[in-house]
Structure formats: structure tokens, C-alpha cells
């Protein structure tokens, strides 16, 4: 089927999805969850092919990976799908209602986006993941997965119409786009007409094509060149271990350390510790710091500017908080930033100061994340203001309506 | 100045915006206001020379009257100022704080968007409004104006830059773009690498060519084909005094309806009595219609698509409330709708169903207004569900970001 009759299906089926209740969203999708389990074997032998033609085309190891499903890991899958189904559903809620000195009541209702597209990566597992948060938030949902993972991608939506049809609803409230061209994901980008939302999760580069090329509203997701910096009177193991933390325990995470800025007062001792600490990590630092460090490599303006998602570092020395402020407004990604101080004065100036959707004093940048902030389910990480900013819920897949109770006021 | 560095000097200074105290600022707004009376005539002679442009160009009388300023109306702009001055400042709010299991405290505190550009037209009262609105959210304003307005928008924007400098601020917090091009307009949409939110305010064509053409973020404004349904049940001087109020209180508004659905039961009831109340207006009515009218004309497609800004009114028949609102959501343009009647059922259901940004129950689709609402301000009605819906005071112009307490926390 062509991208726009996918579009116009899906959007033809907007209000059929919105008028769902709570317990038909939940059953369909703990439905969903048994019937992927159930399936496994034949989603197993659609990844397969996946994976063997990923093999012969070369796919490196760490996209196989992500690509790879197994029993366990759809079990993983329907295990999520069943936490979304058990979250509360923020749809229908009326808040702010107040009345107006004329008499009119007027309040703000949730309501679904409408219909929501998602162009992401060879990840089938982001299939099954983004269909249950958005149709439990009553929306329509236009997967554009990579081809890649063409396969596994249809076998799971296969399993989620299969549930639609039994439980009477359209299958074009999850449309899977099957024309997985540049040419479709370019002219799908541009189906303002039919589609709401827009969310790209991937790498960078495709998240600046859509950003680009798309004219419908997009939330801009993911890249996260992130810093910690280490303050003059920060508590020296609190910031060692953070900074491991932030930088090793997961490299490939958008919301994982990629750089240190460090108050020139403590460079002498905090520096052969921090070396001491990261062995598996090379270090690139800039002038006044690299004197100090064995095995480190000199920082180009480059470097300070790379979301390395690597075992790489790169450390800045500054003079005071509001050069560390400077340096990290122009260099990050708008994503998360900590300090490690003791300092009241130089907490505040931070969390003042710092442009990013997440601001930490104290703690590792790892916590930017939907399940740690307590959303109960992630759609992605904005790293923009509009709509969502930081780690996405439901709520991000939601807006409002104002609905105004009158008894005949005119003007 | 070309357009990207004006965007440039403009982001250079978004921090100095966000880091002003609301006082800094209300003085400010208030300094303004008096500086713009006390400059009148300067203004007004400025306004002068774009006047006998607009008249030697031919501009029509309506967009004349929009263009010309005396000393009343430069009184009125700045009794806008006053009032935005004396608004809350929702900066720095901080809501949602909780902590988590681990002990990290996490909240959410309402920051400044950064750079706001607004597209608009030849009024220059949007100048000084616009400015007001951004600079009391902490925002930097780049302004780009119509060119028939040129000189007016200019000698205003002096006004505010006097002010800003002398009170040691920046000019740049308020950025007037010089060159009035559509080449430029083309290129200041682009310019998402310095802006952060851009808002056109204008007619139907700008409006169009801002949402295809920008890849900095857009709300999109404005537009309303607005509709009253008449249900069965409805009183009829309640719903005949509610559509001569939306229909010709103002009509050149977005929020003056465009369309009336009537149940069919009611027709022969109401059509007469409502065309002895519309005399003013033409009515272009649908096949069951027409002929209990005497003066209508036959309704094309296009009429019900059509939002007049005339004394113009399309006219279609339903069977009941479900029609209506199919009706309406397949022509309307999200902005606001209306039902009058006295059934319990109908008005939950349109409620529910209808895709707009404002719903309303026996009251007229005229209040759909920042001020009606409450908020004290408006800078535009947005027609998406991205970000804000409906009538955007402050807040829209505002976006958070969490700020999370931490002692050593690491994953």
C-alpha cells in the first residue's frame, strides 16, 4: 500500500481509537501481550530472516544484537506491554475547570494526539513498545521501522491486528508502513494532512533528516552529549563514582557522560584519581589538564562538541560555576547535566544556568529516563522545548481540549 | 543586518532574558509603555509615511485601518504593556517536585522558551504586544513584521530599545528583522539552529507557508471555519441570539462562525425565523434547507469548507448529533465549535466528540479569546495539539525542565 493511503487509512480511524475506554485499551493490550508470547515461534522464525539477511548484508555486531529476538526477550516485550496496560490512563481527565465571571465553566480535557508516526531503527522491539503507549493513550499508530528489521516488525503487527480484529476494532489503528525506501520515509514526513505527531527515535542523522524534512510537528528526540561537572569543593569519591557511573555502566545510552568539565583548583588531585578510576576510558583533555594525566590525548573544540557513545571522555577545565555554566550551554545537546559540589551558592547557579532537559546536582545523568523519573514507560528522551521536554510518558502522547459549559452567554 | 546574524545576535542573548528577575522585567514593560506614549508623535509620524505608501500601493481600506496609528490607539498599546507587566510571572514555578524511591528529588521548573521568532502582518500594535508577551516570559523576541508596516514597526521597536539600554540590558533581547523580503521570511524560518519557537500571526496564506516552509518548531494560529450545531432540542432564542452574536458581533475573527448544522427535525421551525434574524447575512444552504429559505443560494463542498470572514454563513442539514459531528470534524479546522441544545446525552457526546480546541455547550464561539478565558493576555489561538491548544496566554511561551536533587545517587 501506498505511504499516503496507509496515512489516510490510519487517520480515518482517529475517532474510532479516541472513543476506546480504560478497560477495552487494557484487555486489547494484555491480549496483545499473551498473543505475542504465543506466537513467539513465528515471530522467531520472521526474525530469522531478519537476522540472516543482516548477516550477509554485513550488519555490524551491535545492530544483529538489537535486531535478535529470542523467547525470553518476547516475553520481555509482552511483559512491557502489560506495565503499560497497568499504568492509569491520563485520558478524560478535566482539570483547571473554573467559572468565568459571566457564568461559563471552562476546563481543559485530555485527549489523544490523534494519529502518531514513529520512523525508527532496526529495533523490532520499539514496534510492539510504541504501539501499546500510543494506543493507550488512545492515538493511531504509523510505524516506519528500518528495513532491516522488516520481517519481525511484520510478524509482531501481524499479532496486534490479529487481537484488533478479534476485539472488533480496525487494524489501521496500528498501520505498519511497508514501503521502507528513503523516497517513503520522505514522503511520509510530509503527511501533515493526516498525521498529528511525529517522533523519530534513532541516531542522529536520522533524527536531523526528519527534523529537516518533515512539516509535521516533530518532537525532537535522543542525542545527548552530556556533562558532569566537578566543582572545587565537590566530595572527591561522590564525584568518581558518579562520573564511572555516567560513563561506563551503559556507553551507548544517550543519556551516559561524554564529558567532564573540572574547577581548575582540584585539577592535581582529581584528575590521577579520575585516571586511576576509568582505565578502560581514554581521556581527551584540553591543555591545562592533559599536563596531569599519563595516558591522555589533546581535546580538539571537536571533541567537546561529540556524543562519543564510547569508552572516550573529554575533559575542560574551568576557572569558576559560570565559565562551566558558559561551556556547557554552548556545547550540549540540550539533554542532562550534573554537578558534583557542596556549595549552595554553586548548586543554584547551575540549576539556574543550565539549558538542558534535565539538571542534576549531586547524582549520575543516567536517571534521565521514563521508568527512573516514575512515568512507568518511556517514548523517548525530548531534547526540545516545545510539548515534552526530558524523558516522555504518556503524557507527552496526549493534548487538551477546552470544553466550556454555558447557558446561553454571548458577547 | 542580515537575517542570520540578527538570529545570532539574538540567541547570544537569551540568557541574559531568562536570568532577569520578574521586577527587572515589569519595570521594564512599564518603562516601555510610558516611553511609547511619551514618543507618540515620533511614531505617529513614522506611521505617517507608511500610510501614504499603503495608500500610493493601493492597500485596501480594511488593512489601512489595521496599519494606522494616532495618539489613542499608541494609548491602548501601551494599557497592553501595563497589563502584561501586571500579569504573574510564571517563571521559575516549580510543580510536580516528588522523590523517588532512590532519594532523588525531581521536579519540573517553568523556564523561558529562549529565542521566539513571529511572523505577522502589517499591524504594528502585534509589535509592541508580541514583544510584551515574550519579554515578560524571559524570552528574546525576533520580530518580523510586515513590510507595509515598515516604518511604524521600526520607530516602536526604538522605543524599546531605548529602554532596554537604558536600563543595561541588551538591545538584541528585542530583534527587529530589517530585511522584509520573502527571501528573508524563507530563511528566518530555517534558522532552527538560533530560534526555538516560531509563531506566525497573519491570515490563512502566511500561516500555510510558515507550517510547510519552517524546520524551526511552529504553532500554527488562527485559521477558524467555527460551527454551531442547532440540536433538536435546542431553544430557539437561545440558539438564534448565540448565531447573531458568532456570526456578525465581529466578522472578521477567527473565532465568528462560519457554519450552521441543524437537525432536520427542527428546519422549518428555525430556517424562517433565523433568516428574519441574519438579515445581513447570505446564506448558503444545503439541498433540505434551501427550500424553507427565500434569499439562500445552493451550498457547494467548498462553502462548508470555507471560512468567510464575511457576512456569510453555510448551512447543512444532519439527522442527528452523531452527524453533526462527523460533519464538523471532516470541515472544521480545530478551532472552536458550539452546540446548542438541551439534551443531557448530546452535549456529552459532542463534547467527547468533537476534535477542536474549543468545545462549547450553549454558549458562543466568540469567547474563544485570552482575555474571556482569563489569562490576561493572548499571543494567538493555536489550531494544533502540539505544545497548546486553543487560546495561548503566558504559559505557551514558557517550557520547563527538570531539575533533580541528588547525593551520590548513581544507577
Do not use: W
Not at 515471530?43 to 540472516?52: L, P, R, S, Y
Not at 544483529?64 to 512491557?80: F, H, Q, Y
Not at 556507553?251 to 585539577?267: K, P, R, T
Amino acid at each position: 500500500m501506498s505511504v499516503i493511503e496507509s496515512c489516510k487509512k490510519a487517520k480515518a480511524v482517529k475517532y474510532e481509537a479516541a472513543a476506546l475506554s480504560t478497560d477495552q485499551k487494557n484487555n486489547i493490550l494484555y491480549a496483545v501481550a499473551n498473543e505475542l508470547v504465543s506466537s513467539a515461534s513465528d515471530i522467531i522464525e520472521a526474525n530469522k530472516k531478519d537476522m540472516e539477511k543482516g548477516r550477509a548484508n554485513g550488519l555490524p555486531e551491535g545492530l544483529l544484537d538489537r535486531l535478535m529476538l529470542d523467547a525470553k526477550r518476547i516475553e520481555g516485550i509482552a511483559e512491557g506491554i502489560r506495565q503499560v496496560a497497568a499504568l492509569p490512563d491520563p485520558i478524560g481527565e478535566v482539570s483547571n475547570m473554573s467559572r468565568r465571571p459571566n457564568g461559563l465553566m471552562i476546563g481543559q480535557k485530555r485527549v489523544p494526539m490523534g494519529v502518531i508516526g514513529v520512523i525508527y531503527e532496526a529495533r523490532p522491539n520499539v514496534t510492539a513498545d510504541v504501539f501499546a503507549l500510543c494506543f493507550k493513550t488512545g492515538n493511531v499508530t504509523i510505524l516506519r521501522g528500518g528495513k532491516d528489521a522488516f520481517e519481525s516488525n511484520f510478524a509482531i503487527v501481524n499479532v496486534i491486528h490479529k487481537v484488533l480484529i478479534e476485539n472488533g476494532l480496525s487494524e489501521d489503528i496500528c498501520t505498519m508502513l511497508t514501503d521502507t525506501t528513503h523516497e517513503g520515509a520522505a514522503l511520509f514526513m510530509k503527511q501533515r494532512e493526516y498525521v498529528d505527531l511525529l517522533i523519530p527515535r534513532g541516531g542522529a542523522g536520522l533524527i536531523r533528516s526528519v527534523v529537516e524534512n518533515a512539516n509535521i510537528p516533530v518532537i525532537e528526540t535522543g542525542t545527548g552529549n552530556c556533562h558532569i561537572f566537578v566543582d572545587e569543593s565537590a566530595d572527591m569519591d561522590m564525584a568518581l563514582d558518579i562520573i564511572e557511573n555516567a560513563k561506563t555502566q551503559r556507553i551507548g545510552v544517550c543519556n551516559a557522560a561524554e564529558s567532564l568539565v573540572v574547577h581548575e583548583n582540584i585539577l592535581d588531585k582529581f584528575l590521577p584519581a579520575l585516571e586511576e578510576r576509568l582505565k578502560k576510558v581514554s581521556l581527551f583533555a584540553d591543555e591545562k589538564a592533559i599536563s596531569l594525566l599519563k595516558n591522555a590525548s589533546p581535546a580538539s573544540e571537536d571533541d567537546f562538541y561529540t556524543e562519543y557513545l564510547d569508552y572516550k571522555l573529554s575533559i575542560k577545565t574551568v576557572k569558576n560555576v559560570e565559565e562551566a555554566i558558559a561551556h556547557i550551554n554552548e556545547h550540549n545537546t540540550g539533554h542532562s547535566e550534573s554537578i558534583i559540589t557542596k556549595s549552595y551558592e554553586n548548586a543554584n547557579k547551575f540549576l539556574d544556568g543550565i539549558d538542558a532537559a534535565c539538571v542534576y546536582v549531586n547524582a549520575s545523568t543516567r536517571f534521565t529516563d521514563g521508568f527512573e523519573f516514575g512515568f512507568g514507560a518511556e517514548i523517548g528522551i525530548s531534547t526540545q522545548k516545545l510539548h515534552a521536554r526530558g524523558p516522555m510518558g504518556l503524557l507527552a502522547l496526549t493534548s487538551y481540549k477546552y470544553i466550556i459549559y454555558g447557558n446561553g452567554q454571548i458577547r
